[in-house]
């Protein structure tokens, strides 16, 4: 009998009590755990993460998924049943590859196994800072829990950019790794061959090691999804117009503003500006357009302004297997184009120069769009903000509502929406 203690003496199997040693009670099951669940969700550096399961993986993939994503699931399933060997998941942004390698994570903490998921350039920053003397955690310590945990999930391993330290340390965990057979799972959007030699002649090893290509990579040149993987959960189901601790007047905006993403997902006609402070759901209704359209298999090409830039700016480099003038076109042309976040990142001459070209294209293309942006009409470039404001063509709403404050709202665990 534990009397509350939590603990008892085991039976023999003469029925005598074994006073040698203890063990929980069954009272004490449940709570044990779930302590111990927490302890391996904490211990797992998934965070917000954890909502990447199968079970909201899209059934059968995702829409207009290929053969190659469908084939990924199931050997990510198969993996996550019985972690053997390695798995790498090659892929372009978007393509869905770490949510499924979160998915496997989720899925062995959901079965009381431990998994630990980390990001490569995380991995090597926390190294770097585990050498520092405030540095709570030792850099031995740190580097022994992702060499030796019972599952590591490392995302986005690249080519380009790494040093050689940081190629060094990359290359000693998972020298160990393989050496002691540890089931690893790897997510890249490089092309196999163009990663380092050392780490290729693992891959090769085919008794060892699975290479699963959602779609192929285009290497250093630019690859844009139709909408970043953290805002695929961002929908209109999952918007709250009706926030508690707003004023009346703002419940009533954020309602309009709701309505009026709503009615321009089910017939895109025209633009829709959504003008507001930051975290006050613009960004949520915008992806949340896209999710609508993309279920119904529609075209659609969402992007962050300063993004934008970035790729543009790649396309110019020799190493692009992109060139500038077709990725402009494939954006300028997109039969709905969603831009956001427009605002400072026009303060150069030549941002200026490219936005103004595309925003201009698709009003005398009347090319249907949605814009979020912090800025008011007045603090954008004239001649782009008189084409967002002509009233024959294009809606634009202020959005009232302060930034959301709710802990749970924000899953992505940065720019709220």
């Known amino acids: 009998m534990c009397r ?5 003496h085991p039976v023999l199997p003469s029925g005598a009590p074994d006073f040698s040693r203890v063990v929980p009670c069954r009272c ?9 669940q927490g302890l391996l969700e904490r211990y797992s550096n998934l965070g917000y993460l954890s909502h990447y399961t199968f079970e909201t993986l899209r059934s059968g993939g995702r829409v207009g998924a290929s053969e190659h994503y469908r084939r990924a699931c199931e050997a990510a399933r198969r993996f996550a049943d019985r972690p053997e060997g390695w798995l790498v998941l090659v892929g372009p942004v978007g393509s869905g590859k770490t949510h499924i390698a979160c998915a496997i994570a989720n899925s062995r903490l959901s079965i009381g196994e431990s998994a630990f998921y980390v990001g490569a350039a995380d991995l090597l920053d926390h190294l770097r800072g585990a050498f520092s003397p405030g540095s709570e955690v030792s850099y031995d310590e740190l580097s022994e829990r992702v060499k030796n945990t019972a599952l590591l999930v490392l995302d986005d391993v690249r080519a380009e950019g790494a040093t050689p330290w940081a190629r060094l340390k990359l290359e000693q965990i998972l020298n160990h790794r393989y050496n002691m057979k540890l089931p690893t799972v790897l997510t890249t959007d490089t092309a196999v061959d163009e990663l380092d030699p050392r780490l290729n002649e693992r891959f090769l090893d085919t008794e060892f090691c699975a290479v699963i290509t959602l779609r192929e990579p285009r290497g250093n040149g630019i690859d844009v999804p139709a909408l970043p993987e953290g805002l695929r959960q961002e929908t209109f189901e999952s918007f709250d117009y009706r926030r508690v601790e707003l004023s009346l007047e703002e419940q009533e905006n954020l309602e309009v503003a709701y309505n009026l993403a709503v009615e321009f997902a089910r017939h895109p006609e025209g633009w829709l500006v959504f003008a507001g402070m930051n975290g ?3 960004t949520h209704l915008a992806a949340a357009i896209a999710n609508h359209r993309l279920a119904e298999e529609s075209p659609v090409l969402f992007l962050v302004v300063a993004d934008l830039l970035d790729f543009l700016r790649s396309a110019f480099g020799p190493e692009s297997k992109v060139s500038y003038s077709k990725f402009f076109e494939e954006v ?4 709905l184009l969603i831009l956001d976040d427009f605002g400072e990142q026009s303060s150069t001459p030549w941002a200026r120069s490219k936005l103004f070209q595309l925003i201009n294209y698709r009003y005398n293309a009347r090319l249907p769009m949605v814009v979020t942006t912090e800025q008011s009409l007045d603090q954008i470039e004239p001649r782009i903000s008189s084409r967002f404001a002509d009233p024959r063509f294009g809606t634009v709403f202020n959005m009232l509502a302060p930034h959301y404050n709710v802990d749970g709202y924000g899953r992505r665990g940065d720019k709220r929406p």
């Open 4 to 8: 509350g203690a939590g603990f008892v």
């Open 28 to 36: 004490r099951t449940v709570e044990l755990l779930k302590e111990k």
């Open 280 to 282: 006050c759901g613009k």
């Open 332 to 335: 300028k042309q997109s039969p």
